[in-house]
């Protein structure tokens, strides 16, 4: 799963998918068709049929430890703006399923105002997120080891954590997005995690400004000592490691 949101009311499992072109959600044959713009078709597997079974799976696991059972629903979220999204005719009510970044707020208050009886106590959701991060497993190799030849594959920046825009810039030490003219302090954190998961499991002064599209040394060096993050080395040789929760276990 891309991201669980769980609270006393219900779990949602949230899909994203970052897919430019036209998106045809093909319900008949259970798949995704992309068409770009020199009109050329691709398919993917259904991000759909794919949440579907990450709910079964869940309600799986939850009764496999025993844990309190809470309600499960899923959403597929397309972070690509310029994405065109269709389906077959007559099975226009998957967009209640699958969205654009910018809608996901508004779906989650309407589930919320569909499951408003609290199931789960705090101490519940304490066991519940306990467990699953005891359980989740690390990622045996890298996202760019297995899909990828070259971090240059990777386009560089800070992505906005509202509308998922890259690149963000810094404006008097904070972040803005000009794509939806946000401002955030600490939009590096999230892409310090991405770095962990996609790239390398430690990171320097001089690779953390080509990954975030810095050209100030400083202003690198603050940002990285201001995460608290693990480090090893000394000054020139410093690296900073992953947070003790981004595999639900100290990876220094």
């Known amino acids: 799963?891309?991201?669980?949101l769980l609270s006393s009311n219900l779990a949602i499992i949230i899909e994203v998918k970052n897919i430019a072109g036209t998106l045809f959600f093909d319900q008949l044959f259970h798949q995704l068709i992309r068409t770009n713009k020199e009109g050329k078709e691709e398919g993917f597997p259904d991000p759909i049929t794919q949440a579907r079974l990450h709910q079964f799976q869940l309600k799986g696991f939850f009764e496999k430890h025993r844990l309190p059972q809470v309600p499960i629903e899923y959403v597929v979220v397309i972070c690509n703006k310029n994405s065109i999204l269709k389906t077959n005719p007559g099975h226009r009510r998957i967009f209640e399923k699958v969205f654009k970044a910018p809608h996901l707020l508004n779906r989650i208050q309407h589930l919320e105002?569909?499951?408003?009886?609290?199931?789960?106590?705090?101490?519940?959701?304490?066991k519940i997120s306990?467990?699953?991060?005891?359980?989740n497993t690390p990622p045996?190799?890298?996202?760019?080891?297995?899909?990828l030849l070259s971090k240059n594959q990777l386009r560089?920046?800070?992505?906005?954590?509202?509308c998922f825009f890259i690149p963000m810039y810094r404006v008097k030490r904070q972040w803005h997005c000009p794509a939806c003219n946000i401002y955030s302090k600490d939009a590096n954190m999230q892409g310090l995690r991405?770095?962990?998961?996609?790239?390398d499991s430690k990171i320097n002064n001089k690779q953390f400004r080509q990954f975030a599209d810095l050209s100030s040394r400083d202003v690198a060096s603050r940002l990285l000592a201001s995460t608290n993050f693990p480090s090893s080395g000394t000054t020139k040789g410093r690296f900073y490691h992953p947070p003790v929760d981004l595999y639900g276990r100290d990876n220094k």
Not at 140 to 147: G, V
Not at 156 to 162: L, R
Not at 194 to 199: A, M, P, R, T
Request: aromatic content about 12%.
């Open 156 to 162: 560089s920046g800070i992505h906005c954590p509202s």
């Open 194 to 199: 991405d770095y962990f998961l996609l790239i």
């Open 1 to 4: 799963m891309d991201t669980l």
């Open 140 to 147: 045996k190799k890298l996202f760019m080891d297995r899909y």
């Open 130 to 135: 306990k467990m699953l991060i005891k359980k």
């Open 113 to 126: 105002t569909i499951y408003q009886k609290e199931v789960l106590s705090s101490k519940e959701l304490l």
